[in-house]
């Protein structure tokens, strides 16, 4: 959500509502939510915001599969934290879902082009992905191997999703 404005994140974003909405008329079978839990002690107040966030998705019947974080230095010496496994987490649960028949149809929130591949192997089970991507954040080899090319999410689109308090 960065790549549109850096106030964007993800603890006040309604993604059941939104996936609702993209999905239209389809049955919802299963949403994840894929990500690397914080530490209390590094930042506590951003733990706290992540943790609320994650107990509403639950709440929604989000089921939240939990990756690891690694910690490396930028270029300017600052200590960064990235979440690692999600790409390959994903792309097995998919491939899973595919081999037990879950889905038609899925939805795949990335323009990642680690996911290229993984179009294919939806086809050959008789399933199709559409990808659902960011403005300025999606891999052309994504998007050739998706048969459906997917929606772009803009700023007008996603403001309608945040959370108001």
């Known amino acids: 959500m960065k790549s549109i404005n850096e106030r964007y994140t993800d603890f006040k974003f ?7 909405k993209i999905a239209k008329q389809r ?4 949403i994840y939510y894929f990500v690397a839990p914080l530490k209390q002690d590094l930042n506590p107040q951003t733990y706290s915001k992540q ?7 639950r709440k929604s019947g989000v089921i939240i599969i ?15 934290h990235k979440i ?6 994903l792309a097995l649960q998919m491939q899973k879902d595919a081999y037990h028949n879950k889905f038609d ?4 929130f990335s323009g990642d082009g680690d996911f290229a591949p993984l179009p294919e192997y939806i086809r050959e089970k008789g399933k199709r992905m559409e990808v659902i991507y960011f403005e300025n ?9 998706c048969e459906f090319k997917g929606i772009k999410i803009d700023k007008k689109i996603l403001n309608k999703f945040f959370l108001r308090e």
């Not at 939990?66 to 960064?80: A, Q």
């Not at 954040?137 to 191997?145: F, Q, T, W």
């Open 14 to 20: 309604d993604f059941v509502k939104y996936i609702n």
């Open 84 to 89: 690692k496994e999600d790409d390959i987490r």
């Open 105 to 108: 149809t899925a939805l795949l």
């Open 27 to 30: 049955k919802i079978i299963d």
């Open 51 to 57: 943790q609320k966030m994650l107990s509403r998705l």
């Open 66 to 80: 939990l990756c690891k974080r690694s910690k490396r230095d930028s270029e300017d010496g600052k200590e960064i």
């Open 137 to 145: 954040s999606i891999s052309i080899g994504l998007l050739r191997a």
